[in-house]
């Protein structure tokens, strides 16, 4: 349907398929829509079962939008704001896949430096997505202590912050994925890990007093 060259993820495609609708893919990995949506309705199903008070949700990596309509959908008064610092991909999601910045207000910009200027005006968010792949691969950067100590101030009491990971058949990138959660139970008092499908997803609650 469409292919654009990414400076941050490669080479964008979107695909439209009978089995799967129509999704976004980096190097022959969907970002946005078809089976990633089906990963994502597991988890907020999962969460939503908790009965949290979502008014303020912040998504980094927003993708195509895949996670923001589901979140619309799922708590519907709720402020949705996505962060993403590849401008391609977010207008493929706007064009194919309906990414609406009236119901989301969208940031074009790295997620590190987005929090960083979060935690100098004080907003706090109840729930924080963090979905940060630039093709298959998860910067360094955002499993660093100063990331995490980051998000972990920027969360409200009660809030929940969920940690995307792929966690393939690929030893290095299950390894990854696990090292990853014992980095997060030094920020947060609770740290639930959740496999959805090929993927390692951390709910991470009640940030540790100590922060």
Known sequence: ?????????????????????????AEGLTQSGGVVESIWKKVLGKLKKRNLDIKNCLILG??????????????????????????????????????????VK???ADALD????ELKGRKKYDLIVVDLYCGSKFPEKFS??????????????GGVVLFNRLYTSDLKTRKSALFLGRKLERFFDEVEYFYPQANLVFICSKPSIHL
């Open 114 to 117: 987005f929090v960083l200027n």
């Open 106 to 108: 969208i940031k074009v």
């Open 1 to 25: 349907m469409a292919s654009v060259e990414s400076p941050y993820n490669g080479r964008l495609k979107v695909v439209k398929s009978l089995a799967w609708g129509t999704y976004i893919q």
């Open 144 to 157: 660093s202590d100063k990331f995490l100590k980051l998000v972990s101030k920027i969360i409200s009491k």
């Open 62 to 103: 927003l993708g195509g939008g895949t996670v923001a309509k589901l979140l619309n959908s799922t708590w519907t008064q709720a402020k949705i704001y996505g962060v993403d610092i590849d401008p391609f991909m977010v207008s493929l999601g706007e064009k194919y896949l309906g990414l609406d910045r009236k119901k």
